[in-house]
């Protein structure tokens, strides 16, 4: 059973970095790797949401709100996948979530990242 735990979540200033990262167990390395890899966020009264993806050829995605702030890598022999947000904004609170998608898709718990002065 695969399972995530995402860390790295904080408060921050506005314009400030934090990076997330995210932890895979239970699965092999290669399965893994040929899998995707996404970050989502839910703020509180909102849908969860796409922050970025990452495919197993290393192709990323990004919602429009976060392209040129926030870079998502992956790093297959240590099976984590991390967030490196930049000039965060009020507007990027919210909870963060770590998704596998594997053939049955997989989610961590969360880790809370708070953007406020």
């Known amino acids: 059973q695969v399972q995530l735990v995402e860390s790295g979540g904080g408060l921050v200033q506005p314009g400030g970095s934090l990076r997330l990262s995210c932890a895979a167990s239970g699965i092999s390395r290669i399965s893994f790797s040929i899998n995707g890899m996404a970050w989502y966020r839910q703020a509180p009264g909102k849908q969860r949401e796409l922050v970025a993806g990452i495919g197993s050829s290393g192709s990323t995605k990004y919602a429009d709100s976060v392209k040129g702030r926030f870079t998502i890598s992956r790093d297959n022999a240590k099976t984590t996948v991390d967030l490196q947000m930049n000039s965060l904004k009020p507007e990027d609170t919210a909870v963060y979530y770590c998704?596998?998608?594997?053939?049955?898709?997989?989610w961590g718990r969360g880790t809370q990242v708070t953007v406020s002065s």
């Open positions: 998704k596998w998608e594997g053939p049955v898709n997989a």
